[in-house]
């Protein structure tokens, strides 16, 4: 359980518990507290369920916070970057260059002279003028570079439009129709292109399995085809993409849990047979619940029509209700059950009509002073933050084995 209450104070945490309201009594500003042991458990969920030879990579793009880079590094993944400033931060981090998958759609050419000199093991290509730029750049630098191309199998996973990265109107990956430039490609680039690998990724916030199996199938073809052309084809890359509940109060043991388990199991299914490595790359799924972020009511606003919790916290902090109308719980700090229930907007204190963390939400009566909780915000929060309005970023806070890390 991400959130939940004891004695009447909403507590953080699954194995131990970290009570918010004291934190934000001395803090009077926003805040992110994160478990780290909770995003141990899910990590540990998938490696139970799934083959031996399958290598993680986390996609440090749902949070790249260095306590959290440390953690995943300890256990033996590796990282999924989509920039030149991750692959930075992942190094420094602790990861070896050959941990690292580089991953984006617009790499530019600093940001490959940086993947091809560090040797990386894996640049996702994305069309066959990234991989002649990837080519260019390997030659000047007198290097044979590890590349995959990132397939779009045309798979609709069902998901918010803006998260989908693997049907045929998205920008990202290719289709079949490019096979023969960029076998052409790899023909005339011999001595600086090695095709260690096919890649595919369907989207984001994904929790029903069978988008991932069709994926796989479809892909799976073209892998076989690169193989039995002579290709020392290394690894077959299944991306990320698995969701939680965000509407939902988990429990234990939660459905994160359960969903990572048959994802393994799944992955187990459809690859079992392949020689070579199987990598995937979740994000979101590991960090998600195990995040939240706390700010404090500044003024209750009750109109004819609508009742508002105007808040410290705002879109500055949490874009994603905004950018993909998302939905996060949000509860009170303190529990107060002899309260008659209310319906609030809650909203922030950014000069935009958009924001918004909730509309709607029935609490009970809430009064300025008071703390509120955003749940499920440990994913895709923080690293999207802005200082929009020139309001300050808020602080982090980690928390592992009953005590707070740094």
Do not use: W
């Amino acid at each position: 359980m991400g959130l939940h209450y004891r004695d009447r104070e909403l507590c953080l945490g699954e194995k131990n518990f970290y009570p918010l309201f004291p934190l934000a009594k001395v803090r009077h500003a926003p805040f992110y507290a994160y478990d780290l042991d909770a995003m141990l458990s899910r990590v540990q969920a998938l490696k139970s369920a799934a083959p031996k030879n399958l290598k993680t990579h986390y996609a440090m793009k749902a949070n790249a916070a260095e306590p959290i880079l440390r953690l995943f590094q300890e256990e033996g993944l590796g990282v999924d970057v989509v920039s030149g400033g991750e692959v930075r931060k992942a190094l420094k981090a602790g990861f070896s260059a050959r941990n690292i998958i580089f991953s984006g759609v617009g790499k530019t050419r600093e940001e490959i002279q940086l993947a091809v000199s560090s040797e990386l093991g894996q640049i996702n290509v994305e069309s066959p003028q990234e991989l002649e730029r990837i080519a260019a750049t390997a030659k000047a630098l007198k290097k044979k570079t590890r590349i995959a191309f990132r397939m779009n199998p045309d798979v609709d996973p069902k998901t918010h439009p803006y998260i989908t990265t693997g049907f045929r109107e998205n920008k990202f990956g290719m289709d079949e129709s490019f096979l023969p430039k960029l076998r052409a490609l790899l023909r005339e680039h011999k001595d600086h292109l090695n095709l260690v690998g096919i890649t595919m990724h369907i989207g984001s916030q994904i929790r029903e399995l069978a988008p991932f199996s069709a994926a796989i199938r479809k892909t799976l073809a073209v892998y076989q085809s690169f193989l039995d052309e002579g290709h020392a084809m290394e690894s077959f890359d299944v991306g990320g993409g698995l969701g939680i509940p965000y509407q939902e109060n988990h429990e234990i043991p939660s459905k994160e849990i359960s969903l990572l388990q048959e994802y393994g199991a799944m992955i187990s299914q459809e690859l079992g047979g392949l020689k070579g490595n199987i990598l995937c790359e979740p994000g979101r799924v590991f960090v998600a619940s195990s995040g939240t972020l706390v700010g404090e009511v500044q003024y209750v606003k009750e109109t004819p029509y609508k009742n508002f919790l105007i808040s410290d916290m705002g879109i500055h902090h949490l874009i994603r209700p905004a950018l993909y109308q998302a939905y996060h719980r949000i509860l009170p700090l303190l529990d107060h059950p002899q309260r008659s229930i209310k319906q609030y907007d809650i909203v922030g204190p950014i000069c935009e009509s958009s924001d918004v963390l909730g509309k709607n939400r029935d609490l009970p009566e809430i009064f300025a002073g008071e703390f509120l909780a955003v749940a499920d915000a440990g994913a895709y929060g923080f690293t999207m933050a802005s200082q929009y309005n020139e309001h300050e970023l808020p602080e982090q806070l980690f928390f592992r084995a009953g005590r707070e890390v740094r």
